[in-house]
């Protein structure tokens, strides 16, 4: 819906339309600009963790350098799983439109086949009931239970097999996202919690 008046000079003649700051346009103009300048400033930190990371590597210090480098990691890896999901989705709605056509890419969130015992030497949960290796830096594997039961696995597991956790995004019932780090690895496991059936990635970085 466009706000605002047409402005006309003294002879009638008209000038244009002013839209006021507050209109609804002038609002969505604000918004956008406000959105923008957030993206904005979220790079430029992500960037300075990078830059400071390499300085704090440079300098010796890989422990500082790798907690810096782990929140670019996390954005990134969710960036991609983000863009993955978006892609799977517009692809379904594709194939709903234009018949049953196979998808490319298998379903993170709907992993099929036995599931492994563990991965690339990460354990994978014994109450799995399917799993399926995505690529080479992904494993998704899902359970009937609830999102603690992973968190806790994950938090007691990892720690025995000397890895550090650099990062917990906070847990509730639909899920939770945990880094680890381990020398110049990076794992990331997330977990993601749908009428009881809780799904877990595996990304390694």
Not at 120 to 135: C, F, K, L, R
Request: proline content about 5%; glycine content about 10%.
């Amino acid at each position: 819906m466009n706000s605002g008046f047409d402005i006309y000079d003294e002879w009638g003649i008209y000038k244009g339309r002013f839209t006021p700051a507050w209109s609804t346009d002038g609002c969505l103009g604000m918004v956008l600009g406000a959105f923008l300048l957030a993206i904005g400033f979220l790079i430029y930190l992500l960037i300075k963790l990078t830059i400071n990371g390499f300085k704090s590597a440079i300098a010796g210090d890989l422990g500082k350098a790798l907690l810096y480098w782990s929140i670019p990691a996390v954005f990134s890896g969710l960036f991609v799983l983000f863009i993955i999901f978006s892609f799977m989705n517009v692809f379904a709605i594709s194939s709903q439109s234009m018949g049953t056509i196979p998808s490319p890419l298998p379903n993170m969130l709907n992993p099929q086949g036995g599931p492994l015992a563990e991965w690339n030497g990460i354990p994978v949960m014994p109450q799995a009931e399917e799993g399926q290796e995505i690529d080479k830096n992904n494993y998704s594997f899902k359970y009937s239970g609830i999102v603690k039961e992973a968190v806790d696995f994950y938090s007691a597991k990892m720690v025995k097999l000397g890895w550090s956790s650099t990062l917990s995004m906070p847990e509730n019932d639909q899920g939770a996202i945990l880094l680890f780090s381990k020398e110049s690895s990076m794992l990331t496991v997330t977990i993601k919690s749908t009428n009881n059936i809780v799904v877990v990635i595996l990304t390694f970085a």
